[in-house]
């Protein structure tokens, strides 16, 4: 577990209203904010063939200190047989400079391994 400050920057289209300066009639690219950050990573083995990653990264800015950034990456990878792996990846995503609403991304992922050496 890790925590600090974090000069973060956001990109994409941000409402004139969110950036430093009010004055500008184009909609800015990036906006960049400074507050605390605390980020931990936790990782088991079941077993031999199966495994937990999880990563959660918690931002909140000092101009808004109430209001708390969140991204979480989730992995579970399991090996089925000697040469197929599969994994499942579940992304919560929150950040309200870009939407009011959560964010959730899953992957499913099915591999072929075999290693040449």
Request: net charge neutral; charged share 25%; proline share 3%.
């Amino acid at each position: 577990m890790a925590t600090g400050y974090e000069y973060p920057d956001t990109t994409g289209k941000i409402a004139v209203s969110d950036c430093f300066d009010p004055a500008t009639v184009k909609i800015e690219k990036v906006k960049v904010e400074l507050g605390g950050e605390l980020v931990a990573d936790y990782s088991r083995i079941f077993s031999e063939n199966l495994q937990l990653n999880s990563k959660p990264e918690l931002f909140s800015s000092l101009q808004a200190i109430d209001q708390t950034d969140i991204n979480r990456d989730t992995r579970l990878t399991a090996k089925v047989s000697k040469y197929i792996n599969t994994s499942f990846n579940l992304r919560i995503f929150y950040d309200s400079d870009i939407s009011a609403r959560r964010q959730m991304k899953q992957t499913l992922a099915l591999g072929i391994a075999y290693v040449f050496i």
